[in-house]
């Protein structure tokens, strides 16, 4: 990778970077904890990893965390896997979510948006009224600190509503999307054995209603935990026999009541994509969600009080949880619930219009559909209010920022971010400081050793190597559900690096100090020594008109071969042809390397997803290598399964 200094895309102006948050706290952490008053932030990060105790000491006052009862030391264990963090110390994260409701009690707290695109708040004071409600229904359920709770909800207000009321008696939350099928969500739910099932009788999308009745009765029946049903009517249907009311369950006016807990007591179970056998149910704590979040949100993406923050995202997916976080920065969340591009391409450029978004998040895929699609937001719509554009779920590709940068203003600040549902959070991405680069995050995170790595363990710059993290970070898993003696935690992250965390992607950490995302390190492509990441590819493959999406997997051959075939979804009215095939090699050698032209180009019908949108490459892979579909894939995981019919029979006729 070339080590010449480009020109950034953007720069933020000095009244910027004087204004922001993390300015603000740099300086005052140098007058309080020794930060480097100088330097700018590559200082304060070096410094937020090598004192890693200070700083994080530094974020629980700067974001005036309440701890009931005091912490003994930060960090009492460093070791990865098993840090233990804030040792003696409770809290209760719900009740930091709550807080603006003693300043701001009638400010919009929510903006729940359908596909009308007609913003509804919910204001502070309301949203603590029905959680408190809640919470305390649920006690009357004989809920207790440590039972799971699990929603079967769409991005609606109720979601938020039942996620805190759960955080605030102790509870463990976990949900999905009313989009996945019964067996995806039993195999989900069925992990954590859930005591509470809230759930909707259908949702809306793409215009149309649909009906999740069978669905939540088969839920009811195969989770013989449940000791009660909550019915929410999104589609006004009768509450089906022994459920409870939603509105009965939420009319009372009662202060909530904040069970103060261990800082590592478990807020919430997150899920793997699993694309092979069960998902694996992620435990993250209370302590550990609520300090990452306050220094994700409040530093690196600069929310306050005036700000309103949109991500479209489903209840499935931890881009939700990371939304709903917004709360605890006293910014007004916004709830999209419906299709991300109804009734057109331009719909959530729509709703950040109409809700007044100060920061937009959405996915690489959006950004790129919308430059096909020819749309112009800064034309068609007032985005004035929107200072920054973040994306996430897949790199975004060269053409994204210009695209962002050309179409929705030239002083935008874009924020290409990475990390995962493994942390909930982000190792690199947003720093409202920084110049941001064409194709480049723009540094690593606070607190957060992010490195690349060789396969002996040194480290690279300017390199493509394994993205590694060399410190324990709060929101690391406190453990997987199920994994009593934490073997498949440890073998997911540990085993290549002992007590160093290995997150499967490849990444180059440049001389500049940004980041640049490849794809996923256990499906790259090694020809002959040179390995790229699918990523570049897709990139490269997708800017010409013809090809809607791509799928490319390198396999390696008995014979010591390497096939590598290049499955491509044409655009409506395009045909794979001889000028097309010779557009793709020409543009793959031209762009990338003579050496990654496919050795095929096969069009297919579509493009197989997890249900979090990510394309499905290692099942494919195990596929085409001869592995049964029912071994290679986890069907309850995919976006559309007959998709992987046409890979199976591929696969058949190779054999």
Same mark, same amino acid.
């Given at each position: 990778?070339?080590?010449?200094?480009?020109?950034?895309?953007?720069?933020?102006?000095?009244?910027?970077?004087?204004?922001?948050?993390?300015?603000?706290?740099?300086?005052?952490?140098?007058?309080?904890?020794?930060?480097?008053?100088?330097?700018?932030?590559?200082?304060?990060?070096?410094?937020?990893?090598?004192?890693?105790?200070?700083?994080?000491?530094?974020?629980?006052?700067?974001?005036?965390?309440?701890?009931?009862?005091?912490?003994?030391?930060?960090?009492?264990?460093?070791?990865?896997?098993?840090?233990?963090?804030?040792?003696?110390?409770?809290?209760?994260?719900?009740?930091?979510?709550?807080?603006?409701?003693?300043?701001?009690?009638?400010?919009?707290?929510?903006?729940?948006?359908?596909?009308?695109?007609?913003?509804?708040?919910?204001?502070?004071?309301?949203?603590?009224?029905?959680?408190?409600?809640?919470?305390?229904?649920?006690?009357?359920?004989?809920?207790?600190?440590?039972?799971?709770?699990?929603?079967?909800?769409?991005?609606?207000?109720?979601?938020?509503?039942?996620?805190?009321?759960?955080?605030?008696?102790?509870?463990?939350?976990?949900?999905?999307?009313?989009?996945?099928?019964?067996?995806?969500?039993?195999?989900?739910?069925?992990?954590?054995?859930?005591?509470?099932?809230?759930?909707?009788?259908?949702?809306?999308?793409?215009?149309?209603?649909?009906?999740?009745?069978?669905?939540?009765?088969?839920?009811?029946?195969?989770?013989?935990?449940?000791?009660?049903?909550?019915?929410?009517?999104?589609?006004?249907?009768?509450?089906?026999?022994?459920?409870?009311?939603?509105?009965?369950?939420?009319?009372?006016?009662?202060?909530?009541?904040?069970?103060?807990?261990?800082?590592?007591?478990?807020?919430?179970?997150?899920?793997?994509?699993?694309?092979?056998?069960?998902?694996?149910?992620?435990?993250?704590?209370?302590?550990?969600?609520?300090?990452?979040?306050?220094?994700?949100?409040?530093?690196?993406?600069?929310?306050?009080?005036?700000?309103?923050?949109?991500?479209?995202?489903?209840?499935?997916?931890?881009?939700?949880?990371?939304?709903?976080?917004?709360?605890?920065?006293?910014?007004?969340?916004?709830?999209?619930?419906?299709?991300?591009?109804?009734?057109?391409?331009?719909?959530?450029?729509?709703?950040?219009?109409?809700?007044?978004?100060?920061?937009?998040?959405?996915?690489?895929?959006?950004?790129?559909?919308?430059?096909?699609?020819?749309?112009?937001?800064?034309?068609?719509?007032?985005?004035?209010?929107?200072?920054?554009?973040?994306?996430?779920?897949?790199?975004?590709?060269?053409?994204?920022?210009?695209?962002?940068?050309?179409?929705?203003?030239?002083?935008?600040?874009?924020?290409?971010?990475?990390?995962?549902?493994?942390?909930?959070?982000?190792?690199?991405?947003?720093?409202?400081?920084?110049?941001?680069?064409?194709?480049?995050?723009?540094?690593?995170?606070?607190?957060?050793?992010?490195?690349?790595?060789?396969?002996?363990?040194?480290?690279?710059?300017?390199?493509?190597?394994?993205?590694?993290?060399?410190?324990?970070?709060?929101?690391?898993?406190?453990?997987?559900?199920?994994?009593?003696?934490?073997? =498949?935690?440890?073998?997911?992250?540990?085993?290549?690096?002992?007590?160093?965390?290995?997150?499967?992607?490849?990444?180059?950490?440049?001389?500049?100090?940004?980041?640049?995302?490849?794809? =996923?390190?256990?499906?790259?492509?090694?020809?002959?020594?040179?390995?790229?990441?699918?990523?570049?590819?897709?990139?490269?493959?997708?800017?010409?008109?013809?090809?809607?999406?791509?799928?490319?997997?390198?396999?390696?051959?008995?014979?010591?071969?390497?096939?590598?075939?290049?499955?491509?979804?044409?655009?409506?009215?395009?045909?794979?042809?001889?000028?097309?095939?010779?557009?793709?090699?020409?543009?793959?050698?031209?762009?990338?390397?003579?050496?990654?032209?496919?050795?095929?180009?096969?069009?297919?019908?579509?493009?197989?997803?997890?249900?979090?949108?990510?394309?499905?490459?290692?099942?494919?892979?195990?596929?085409?290598?001869?592995?049964?579909?029912?071994?290679?894939?986890?069907?309850?995981?995919?976006?559309?399964?007959?998709?992987?019919?046409?890979?199976?029979?591929?696969?058949?006729?190779?054999?």
């Amino acid at each position: 990778m070339s080590t010449s200094q480009p020109s950034p895309l953007w720069q933020p102006t000095e009244e910027r970077i004087a204004q922001a948050q993390i300015t603000k706290f740099q300086t005052w952490a140098a007058e309080r904890h020794g930060a480097p008053a100088e330097g700018g932030y590559a200082a304060l990060h070096r410094w937020s990893v090598d004192e890693l105790d200070t700083f994080w000491k530094a974020v629980t006052e700067w974001f005036d965390v309440r701890f009931s009862t005091p912490y003994v030391r930060v960090l009492g264990d460093r070791s990865m896997p098993g840090a233990e963090w804030f040792p003696g110390a409770t809290l209760n994260y719900a009740e930091h979510a709550l807080r603006a409701a003693d300043t701001r009690s009638e400010e919009p707290a929510l903006l729940y948006v359908d596909e009308t695109h007609e913003p509804t708040p919910v204001s502070w004071s309301e949203l603590r009224r029905q959680v408190g409600s809640l919470a305390a229904e649920l006690r009357a359920l004989g809920v207790r600190p440590g039972d799971r709770i699990c929603g079967y909800v769409p991005n609606v207000p109720q979601a938020v509503i039942a996620l805190l009321a759960t955080a605030a008696v102790g509870g463990v939350w976990t949900s999905c999307a009313p989009d996945f099928g019964a067996r995806s969500v039993l195999d989900r739910f069925q992990q954590v054995e859930p005591v509470v099932l809230f759930t909707v009788d259908g949702y809306r999308y793409g215009g149309k209603e649909h009906d999740r009745r069978d669905t939540v009765a088969e839920l009811r029946r195969e989770l013989p935990t449940l000791r009660a049903v909550v019915h929410i009517p999104l589609l006004g249907t009768e509450a089906p026999q022994g459920a409870l009311e939603w509105s009965a369950l939420t009319s009372a006016d009662v202060e909530p009541v904040f069970e103060q807990v261990l800082f590592d007591h478990p807020l919430w179970v997150l899920y793997s994509s699993g694309t092979t056998g069960l998902p694996k149910a992620i435990v993250q704590s209370q302590g550990g969600i609520l300090v990452e979040h306050l220094k994700q949100l409040g530093l690196h993406c600069d929310l306050g009080p005036e700000d309103r923050f949109f991500w479209y995202t489903s209840t499935g997916w931890m881009m939700w949880n990371f939304l709903v976080s917004g709360l605890l920065t006293g910014t007004t969340i916004v709830l999209y619930d419906g299709s991300p591009g109804y009734p057109d391409t331009g719909a959530q450029w729509r709703i950040a219009e109409r809700t007044g978004a100060t920061l937009f998040g959405t996915s690489a895929a959006y950004v790129m559909a919308c430059r096909k699609a020819g749309v112009n937001p800064s034309h068609d719509f007032d985005l004035a209010r929107v200072r920054c554009v973040a994306t996430t779920g897949s790199p975004l590709p060269p053409d994204g920022f210009r695209y962002l940068h050309d179409e929705v203003r030239d002083d935008l600040w874009i924020a290409s971010v990475s990390g995962g549902t493994d942390v909930c959070s982000c190792f690199a991405g947003a720093v409202p400081t920084l110049p941001v680069y064409i194709g480049e995050l723009q540094a690593p995170a606070l607190g957060t050793d992010l490195q690349s790595w060789d396969p002996s363990g040194k480290p690279l710059t300017d390199e493509v190597g394994e993205l590694v993290v060399t410190n324990p970070m709060p929101s690391m898993p406190v453990r997987f559900w199920n994994d009593p003696d934490g073997s =498949r935690y440890h073998d997911s992250y540990f085993d290549t690096y002992p007590g160093v965390w290995r997150h499967g992607d490849w990444i180059t950490v440049t001389s500049r100090g940004s980041v640049v995302i490849h794809g =996923r390190s256990d499906s790259t492509l090694n020809r002959q020594g040179v390995r790229m990441g699918s990523a570049d590819i897709y990139e490269a493959v997708e800017r010409l008109p013809e090809i809607k999406e791509s799928l490319v997997i390198g396999i390696e051959q008995p014979d010591g071969g390497y096939w590598m075939p290049l499955f491509v979804h044409l655009a409506p009215g395009a045909a794979l042809d001889e000028a097309l095939l010779t557009r793709i090699r020409q543009t793959i050698r031209e762009q990338l390397s003579p050496r990654h032209v496919p050795d095929e180009v096969i069009e297919v019908p579509g493009v197989p997803h997890t249900l979090t949108g990510k394309r499905i490459e290692v099942p494919i892979k195990r596929l085409l290598q001869g592995t049964s579909l029912e071994k290679a894939v986890n069907l309850g995981s995919v976006d559309n399964v007959e998709l992987l019919r046409f890979y199976e029979d591929l696969a058949q006729k190779r054999a």
